[in-house]
């Protein structure tokens, strides 16, 4: 019934999305008619205000609006003779929509991207099937049509709005919280498929279009290779926005995600080389083979220029950081700015920008969140997410408003091919890269694996945008150009983005892990790097694994001194805060003089780190009783960090115990449950001084159990005790075989003995005719009188064979 009732307002509440939409829209039209209530005005263009009067003095510029025209009166100016002023009826009160407009309209946009955003996060059955980005589209669609439904052109994404204001929060975002592991050891893979799948798709497509082209009867035949081969450099590139927006709701494991999502984010320098390159190849007469070799080097300077412009700023991003201590305030800014600058600078030289976004990120977090805040960091993920998600839905609504707004030019013939051949080249090329790719790799990329990063390549507003860039003069198809950019970038997000998450559960594919990793497995973690790094010296074999290490001191032992401000450049910063917090601690403890001021979180390694040489030298260091500092280490074990502990050097012979591990204490813990029997045993089982057997109780008693009961004839009848193996610590299972006490006494037990377990002590025989059974000895007290029982070994010895005595017979 709740599920009932939840989902019931949950629809409701959608008409009323709609039409909250619907109004947002068409709330900036507003201006193209002045803001006139009255229809009688509505004629009269909005541009004719602010209204500069004639005859009025020059700077004198009135912003009356047209509807209170009718309550102006003239009024002469007296200080200005021949002159007349107008003046409003309110001198204050006034509409001046043009001097608001452009910011109100993009709050607007920016109001209604939220509204939606939230809308289909609180309409959970509708978010479930449609994903998110083709609700947004769909949305578009409808503004689009409502904005040219009333007689107005609606607006249109615009190339340099979107590469210079809306992509890069998302690329920021994306490469400041990079997964660094799992994108450096599956780098290799991300490369071959951003470059050589991106070079395979371009030209594949281009190819084959340009024969489709030639065709006759297809009216297609005006357009020649390169234009066809510019044509598939943009429609081959997979678009980051629109994978990061499907793969983050379908919740894919954490390979497939940075397969794919690192191939969208590398393949932009191959999208940009390959635009630049064909766009000014159309203009050449003649393409040479000069002009091949240079185009093919633009790669290198496109993507690597991109790179070491990234890696710039974010060093010199993590320099300012180090100063930034005193003035917190200012500290994400320098964060977004640098990496903004890092942007427009790659950019300006037709440079890979996303490059140098994800350089610039990489490069800086780790220097940078060392020396900030932690309110700082919050305020920069925070931050990053945010702007990314605002920038990501508006391309998406953008991009339903621009189809309506557009001019099209529908082909059936060559839409149609290019929607296969996009399919054919993505599939062909997948198959074919991983089947060389898993020759090289130990996690072998399953059929599952690679049917999922064949559908996983969407295309998005990137390719749209370059398409727009085109220019009519040169490319006059550019408007079937763009028409069959749109229906690839619909057929993608809507078809392919609907049913990946169905197929994804029809195949069983692995989802990712939400949980974070335990400090347990990042320790283990690092020690599998440090392990691997040494068996890859000794083999001589130099892999990742030795040239991250090698990196990794490079970095220890230089770079963190210049860019990570004081101490916190030695050790990570919790263990820093910790040590400082140990020693503030200690000090204050040796110099109070006694225990009174002991903190309640102390542990004994403060006192080890403290120097000897700066005490006094009458005054000791006072020492804590174990309970007390058993009681600090649980509370540092629960809460903090282990540091690591001066400890003696390592001897096989004498190795020291370490309190902390599981093995001591399960020995503590069975050393206490064999006291507690013993106790047991001597409370429950005495044995009191016996008659002698008669002959015939001998006799059965020998013939019960002959190889027990091996009488000798110089020993004096010592007793014999056999337990059962079965349950040696039940008290029932003693046996008592000879039930003489001659010439028995028992010792207390020594403090080995007492290491090892009880132990029984016989007696020598004593002298004929003499009974030490009532014959007390100098040794014999009550608490003597009863015969010790025999225990089970509690120690690391080992456990007895079936039908062996614990305690062997006398000889």
Request: proline share 7%; charged share 20%; net charge neutral.
């Amino acid at each position: 019934m709740q599920a009932k009732g939840s989902r019931a307002p949950s629809l409701r509440a959608l008409p009323f999305l709609f039409i909250v939409a619907a109004l947002l829209g068409l709330l900036p039209l507003l201006h193209s008619h002045g803001l006139q209530p009255n229809p009688m005005l509505a004629s009269e263009p909005p541009h004719h205000y602010p209204a500069v009067i004639s005859g009025s003095e020059p700077g004198d510029v009135t912003a009356a609006p047209h509807d209170v025209s009718q309550e102006i009166r003239p009024l002469p100016n007296r200080t200005s003779p021949g002159h007349v002023k107008y003046r409003k009826a309110f001198p204050v009160l006034g509409i001046d929509y043009t001097h608001v407009r452009i910011p109100f309209e993009i709050s607007l946009w920016i109001l209604l991207a939220c509204l939606m955003k939230l809308g289909f996060h609180v309409i959970p059955s509708v978010s479930n099937i449609v994903p998110e980005s083709c609700l947004l589209i769909v949305v578009g669609l409808l503004v689009g049509g409502l904005i040219k439904g009333v007689g107005e052109s609606p607006p249109i994404l615009k190339s340099d709005i979107f590469f210079l204001f809306l992509l890069p929060p998302i690329i920021l975002d994306a490469g400041y919280f990079l997964p660094l592991r799992q994108f450096t050891e599956n780098l290799g893979t991300i490369l071959i498929f951003a470059v050589v799948g991106t070079l395979w798709n371009a030209f594949f497509l281009g190819g084959l279009m340009y024969a489709v082209c030639q065709i006759s009867g297809t009216g297609l035949s005006h357009i020649g290779l390169l234009a066809n081969l510019l044509f598939g450099s943009i429609i081959s590139a997979v678009d980051p926005v629109a994978v990061l927006a499907v793969f983050e709701e379908i919740h894919i494991n954490e390979l497939l995600h940075i397969l794919v999502f690192g191939e969208s984010l590398l393949n932009d320098a191959v999208t940009v080389v390959l635009y630049h390159l064909f766009e000014e190849f159309a203009n050449f007469e003649q393409v040479t083979v000069t002009d091949i070799i240079l185009g093919f080097l633009s790669f290198f300077v496109v993507s690597l220029g991109g790179v070491f412009v990234g890696v710039i700023y974010g060093v010199i991003a993590a320099f300012t950081s180090r100063f930034t201590s005193h003035i917190r305030v200012i500290e994400p800014l320098f964060v977004f700015l640098y990496s903004y600058m890092a942007y427009l600078s790659a950019e300006l030289f037709h440079l890979s920008g996303i490059m140098a976004l994800i350089a610039s990120g990489v490069v800086m977090r780790p220097y940078v969140e060392a020396n900030i805040s932690h309110k700082s960091h919050t305020t920069i993920k925070y931050f990053l997410k945010m702007w990314s998600s605002v920038s990501e839905t508006l391309i998406f609504i953008f991009l339903g408003v621009s189809t309506v707004a557009g001019k099209h030019y529908w082909n059936w013939t060559f839409i149609i091919s290019t929607l296969i051949f996009c399919l054919i080249a993505r599939v062909l090329g997948v198959l074919g890269l991983t089947w060389f790719i898993n020759k090289f790799r130990i996690v072998k990329l399953t059929p599952k694996d690679q049917f999922i990063i064949a559908y996983g390549g969407l295309r998005g507003a990137i390719a749209f945008s370059l398409g727009y860039l085109l220019d009519y003069q040169h490319f006059g198809m550019r408007d079937m150009f763009l028409t069959a950019i749109i229906t690839v970038i619909f057929f993608t997000v809507f078809v392919q983005g609907m049913t990946i998450r169905p197929l994804v559960d029809l195949l069983a594919v692995k989802k990712k892990q939400e949980t974070k990793r335990s400090i347990n497995e990042e320790i283990h973690t690092q020690f599998l790097d440090h392990l691997l790094t040494g068996i890859e010296d000794i083999c001589g074999h130099y892999g990742h694994h030795h040239w991250k290490d090698k990196l990794n001191r490079f970095n220890k032992k230089y770079v963190k001194k210049c860019l990570i401000a004081g101490e916190r450049s030695k050790e990570p910063q919790l263990i820093a805060f910790y040590h400082k917090m140990e020693m503030k601690q200690a000090i204050e403890l040796v110099e109070s003089g006694g225990l009174g001021k002991i903190p309640s979180a102390i542990s004994t390694v403060s006192m080890q780190n403290i120097n000897p040489r700066a005490l006094p030298v009458k005054r000791i260091l006072p020492a804590l009783s174990k309970d007390k500092e058993e009681e600090i280490r649980k509370i540092l074990r629960n809460n903090l960090q282990k540091t690591r502990q001066r400890l003696r050097s390592y001897n096989r012979h004498t190795l020291v115990a370490d309190p902390y591990e599981e093995a001591w204490n399960q020995m503590l813990l069975r050393r206490q449950k064999a006291r507690q029997l013993e106790q047991k045993i001597n409370n429950y089982l005495t044995v009191p001084a016996h008659k002698l057997d008669s002959p015939t109780m001998s006799r059965a008693r020998i013939g019960s159990d002959p190889q027990a009961y091996e009488p000798k004839s110089d020993s004096g009848n010592l007793p014999i005790i056999t337990i059962d193996p079965a349950s040696p610590q039940s008290p029932e299972s003693v046996d008592l075989v000879n039930e003489e006490l001659k010439g028995t006494s028992c010792l207390p037990p020594s403090p080995e003995e007492d290491e090892e377990g009880l132990v029984m002590h016989m007696m020598e025989p004593s002298s004929p005719g003499t009974d030490n059974v009532f014959t007390p000895g100098a040794s014999d007290s009550p608490s003597n009188q009863r015969m010790m029982r025999c225990l089970s070994d509690p120690g690391p010895q080992p456990e007895p064979e079936e039908g062996e005595p614990f305690i062997p017979k006398g000889k």
